[in-house]
Every structure is written in structure tokens, then in C-alpha cells.
């Protein structure tokens, strides 16, 4: 199995690229990058490719084909609001996604994956296999437009949380039988137990360091339901990317289950608790 990661020098991106190599049925790890990936490097993993690239809106035929064969892509890339000015923001969360999800879904096959399609064209009625994107969006995300909100959520929405909640929307309307969107929405990103990815994280800003202090512990004890601690963060990640969880995601959207979001289109939303419950990690 082959599977693309983006942000890999972040903080979800780490974990995630830790879980990828610590999964023997992907074949191969093909990780897009604007600089060098450290934990790439260590690893000496001959399943990881790692492709240098500058604009994150064109993809050439040169990049999809090393691309070719690829069957899910984890979209980790991402920046803080407070990092950026808001065109560059928005650029960043909504626009960059979406060009790779419309470029994703022109993927060659390789001859291994064309094998596998045409098996899976006998069994699903002439349907290849379905690509899956997870977006990594995160808790605090409104997919409901500011007009149709109360007054008070219109005033104090921070905009984060509406352009991911549009990048959500904007990738569900592309879902097809064979391109399957998902968001993910982690909460309190903590990885202080994740030993293996503590060289790669950035260097966490004073205020992110100071609020981990504080609200960290009473997260980690009694509100759990906000926790997202990275390694097992990580892991659901590339199983949603690998279509281990996509009957279970399917049925809770469509009963309404507690932490899942069916989107217009097709897309799936999967909330911080409703990851958390699913895999037997919720307390």
C-alpha cells in the first residue's frame, strides 16, 4: 500500500509519519515537503521518498507520477492563524488541500495498483479502488456559515475555525465512489508521552508551552474527551488513509453518532470524541 503525507516536519505530521513507518503493510511512503524531514532521514527507510516542492497549488505530471499507485494521502500540513496574515492563512488551509485533492484524483496507477483495480472492477461493478484524503482540521471548526449563526458565535468564531470549516465543506463536494474525503478534528495535540518523535517537533512557542503546562494535566485527567495525544492520534490517521475505519465511520455519520459529521456531498467530519470512542480510547 502506498500512502502520501504532507506536513511532516509538524507536529501531527510527525506522529503520523512515526506511525506510517511503524506499519509494515504500507509499501511505500511518499512525503511531499517544501525542506528536508529529519525523522525521514534517520529512519533510512527504503519505503520513504521524500519529493521536495515549493508551490503546494501545481502539481506537474513529473510529481503525480512519483505519486503513481498511491491510494491515500493523510494532509497534514497546516500553520497557526497567529503565524500568518489571513490571505496567506487561507491560502495555506483551504486552498493548498484542495489543489492536491484535485490533483489526487488524476493519479496513474502503477502497474501493481492496476492489477489490484482491475480485481476490484470484478468485484464493485467496474469501480477501482476509492482514494482517501484525510484532511487534519481540528476541534473548534464550524462547517455553518456566520449568517446563519447566532449573533454572539458571529462575533467571537475566530476565522480559523470558519476557513478549515470551508476547506471541510469545499473537499466533501469532490467526494466520489472513488475519492473519499474525511476531516479529523484533533483537540489538545499532546505529545509529551511520544518519546520516538520528541528530535522532529517544532520547537513549541512560549504560550503553547505555558498553556500545555497548565491545562495540560487537568486534560490529560478529566476531560479526556479533548485529549489527542500523538501517538495513538497518529495511528487512527493512517488507518483512516488505509480504509480500515471506513465502515465504522460510514455508520456512525449516517446514525448521527456522537463526534461524527455527515457533510453535504459525501464527506465525513470526525470529531476529537468521536475518534477517541471508536478506538477503544475514550475514558
Known sequence: MHLILTGATGLVGSAVLDAMIKTKDITKISI????????????KDPRINVILHKDFEKYDSELLNQLKGATGCVWALGI?????????????????????????????PSPSSSSNQAQAQ???QNQPPPFRFIYVSGEG??????????LLSRLTTPWFAIIKGQAEVALSQLSTPTFLPFSMRPAFVD??????????????????????????????????KMWSPTEPLGKFLVEM???????????EAEVGGKGFEKLEGGGVVVGNEGWRRVAGFAG
Not at 517537533?201 to 508551552?209: D, E, G, V
Open 80 to 108: 497557526s492563524q497567529n503565524a500568518v496574515g489571513k490571505e496567506e492563512y487561507v491560502k495555506i488551509t483551504k486552498d493548498f488541500p484542495l489543489a492536491a485533492a484535485a490533483a489526487f484524483q488524476t493519479l496513474p
Open 191 to 224: 505529545p509529551a508521552s511520544h518519546v520516538a518523535i520528541h528530535p522532529y517537533i517544532p520547537k513549541l512557542s512560549a504560550l503553547y508551552t505555558l498553556s500545555n503546562c497548565v491545562l495540560g494535566p487537568p486534560i490529560r485527567a478529566g476531560y479526556k
Open 32 to 43: 511531499i515537503s517544501r525542506r528536508p524531514v529529519k525523522m525521514a532521514e534517520d529512519a
Open 141 to 150: 471548526t464550524t462547517t455553518t456559515p456566520l449568517s446563519s449563526q447566532p
Open 241 to 251: 488513509a488505509m480504509g480500515k475505519w471506513d465502515e465504522t465511520i460510514k455508520k
Open 122 to 124: 470484478n468485484q464493485n
